[in-house]
């Protein structure tokens, strides 16, 4: 069981985050309290479709939500190993914790690796920046560093490597290099956002062994966000649900992904092809959910397993029983 | 093939009615590389072929050459037209146009694959108004007939492709390549860009009309376990060349190559007890 109670070790801990967008159009609730547990040293998944808040969650963590997108509400705290904890929410922009948080204490792989990286600079340049931009060192040792951490990403013939720039690597090699660079500061959280969408199956496997390895090895704990429940099957430890700015269920990712219980999650989870017979036809989600309410912002409750849902209250007992 | 010639009186050697394509070394190179290499397959009437690689093996070439909206550079595709067997290889521009009518492609980017300055009832009549269909009414007829289709209110016949969401506007791609009722329909990732509820809805919708109108896929796609839902036959890619091919059943329960079997362990399984366990490139050989 992780992520309920007391008692978990939480590194992140967000509570009833709610992020506006405010347009021409009008105001779109982006996220309409949101909160989960991130246990310290595990990996956990956030997925859902597309506009279910997941990467707005992310770059609230990191406190890079851009206009017109606005926290209104809630708390993030966050608990690094050997330091004061703090409240990344309520954070000035001046404080130089902000600062330490981006790229130090917590850095973030993207789902494109392109953009990411610049075109410009040697990707040893790119990697020992990391490097200098949170201690004091020498650029020589930065260097010597991340030719060390590019090592470890899997990048071989790393004397020649490292003078090489990004348009030189392929895809895959450069989602390593960004990898690198999110982890050369040994930050206490990863944020993966997609990282590998944007790969063949055959590349994201490579990188799925690799975040999930030197996870194990650093010790970190990583929150990785994807719409692949393939993915989080393979990667996470504990899974968080979300849609439309919400969070349905949160729980182990074998009682997520076997014995889902909100409707919703078990609609996700039959739709996806290679399930289901052949030439049959795909259960979508609208068929699964059937009358069952997925929009109502119905309170988190924690069942008996441990599991979190967010159901109407005489559902809650069914789902129990089920 | 002149026009000269009755298409009818010839074919490729032992191919029936049954069959709707046969691709015979197909070639195609940029700057000297190749990019599709020696190329040949064969598809029945009203079966779904997948193919499927990583990016880079030649997926999307290869169906562009096979469509001639490239030109291959050698190479016999045979295409059984209304009209008979034809060679689409080295055709005119100006004899390809009446076939086009029976080949058409559904694209993987619904919102870059739309005008955006043009409604539905203009994309959709576009068409028809190319190929010089019916008259002003009976296009619109056609235009609602299609709507239908695909499952879209007839309401949006004003509307632009910005009103619309990610799946209804592939919904609009598959009606303006449904409008003329092809017979052969290149699907190029056209369900990967969509999440996976939508993208359930888009595989059922094409597996409806494929029954319904009794439609030809060309289905290409990274993504295996799309392939292995909707494909009867798969052609594995490596590297312009096809490494594998047979009934998908069989190529996924026990792939013969090395490159298919990269590909299918490489698949993450969303049943969290069956573990990831790629296979290595570099001890396979690859």
């Not at chain 1, 004061?84 to 130089?96: A, G, M, Q, T």
């Not at chain 2, 691709?23 to 190749?34: A, E, I």
Request: aromatic share 4%.
């Amino acid at each position: 069981m992780a992520g309920q109670g007391a008692s978990v070790d939480a590194v992140l801990k967000v509570q009833h985050l709610a992020v506006d967008f405010k347009t021409d159009t009008g105001l779109t609730h982006a996220l309409m309290g949101v909160g989960f547990e991130a246990p310290r040293g595990k990996v956990t998944a956030i997925v859902g479709e597309s506009g279910s808040g997941k990467s707005v969650t992310a770059n609230c963590i990191m406190r890079i939500i851009q206009p017109p997108g606005q926290i209104v509400g809630g708390t993030i705290d966050f608990a690094p190993k050997g330091m004061e904890p703090f409240e990344i929410v309520s954070l000035r922009s001046k404080d130089p914790r902000l600062q330490e948080l981006r790229g130090g204490l917590i850095s973030m792989v993207f789902q494109e690796p392109m953009t990411a990286l610049s075109p410009v600079y040697k990707v040893g340049n790119q990697v020992a920046e990391a490097i200098l931009c949170h201690r004091k060192v020498s650029r020589q040792l930065a260097w010597r560093e991340a030719a060390e951490m590019l090592e470890r990403v899997g990048i071989d013939d790393i004397d020649r490597r490292i003078q090489m720039y990004p348009f030189e690597f392929s895809g895959g090699m450069r989602q390593r290099v960004v990898i690198a660079m999110a982890l050369v500061c040994n930050p206490e959280v990863l944020i993966c956002d997609e990282p590998t969408t944007a790969l063949d199956v055959t590349i994201q496997a490579e990188i799925l062994t690799l975040i999930k390895d030197l996870q194990r090895e650093l010790g970190n704990s990583v929150i990785f966000i994807t719409h692949d429940l393939g993915v989080v099957a393979q990667i996470a430890d504990q899974v968080v649900v979300m849609y439309q700015g919400r969070v349905l269920e949160i729980g182990t990712v074998r009682q997520v992904l076997k014995e889902p219980v909100h409707p919703y999650t078990r609609g996700l989870l039959a739709a996806i092809p290679g399930l289901a017979p052949r030439g049959e036809r795909l259960a979508t989600i609208s068929t699964v959910v059937g009358d069952a309410d997925i929009t109502t912002p119905f309170p988190m409750r924690t069942l008996a397993d441990g599991r979190q849902v967010s159901l109407p209250p005489d559902q809650v007992g069914e789902a129990q029983r089920a | 093939m002149s026009e000269a010639l009755p298409a009818t009186e010839v074919g490729p050697p032992e191919a029936d009615d049954d069959t709707m394509l046969v691709v015979t070394g197909l070639s195609r190179y940029f700057d000297g590389v190749p990019a599709v290499e020696d190329v040949s397959f064969d598809v029945r009437r009203s079966e779904t072929l997948g193919i499927v690689g990583e990016s880079g093996s030649g997926k999307t070439t290869l169906v562009r050459c096979v469509l001639r909206a490239i030109d291959p550079d050698a190479g016999v595709v045979w295409f059984n037209s209304v009209g008979g067997w034809v060679q689409l290889q080295d055709m005119a521009a100006k004899s390809l146009i009446p076939l086009r009518r029976e080949m058409q492609m559904i694209f993987q980017d619904p919102f870059a694959s739309l005008n955006p300055r043009m409604t539905v009832r203009e994309i959709l009549e576009e068409p028809l108004i190319i190929h010089k269909v019916g008259d002003r009414s009976k296009r619109l007829d056609t235009v609602i007939e299609m709507l239908n289709l695909v499952q879209l209110d007839s309401d949006s016949l004003t509307r632009y492709p910005h009103a619309f969401s990610g799946g209804q506007r592939q919904r609009i791609g598959i009606a303006r390549a449904l409008i003329l009722r092809p017979n052969l329909v290149v699907c190029d990732e056209s369900v990967s860009a969509l999440d996976v509820s939508v993208q359930a809805q888009i595989i059922n919708l094409l597996e409806e009309l494929q029954t319904e109108l009794g439609l030809t896929y060309l289905f290409v796609a990274h993504d295996l376990s799309v392939v292995q839902h909707i494909c009867d036959r798969v052609l594995v890619m490596h590297r312009g060349r096809v490494v594998e091919s047979g009934p998908v059943d069989d190529i996924f329960a026990s792939p013969q190559e090395n490159y298919t079997k990269l590909l299918l362990s490489a698949i993450p399984s969303p049943d969290p007890d069956i573990r990831l366990q790629p296979l290595d490139r570099r001890e396979l050989g690859l």
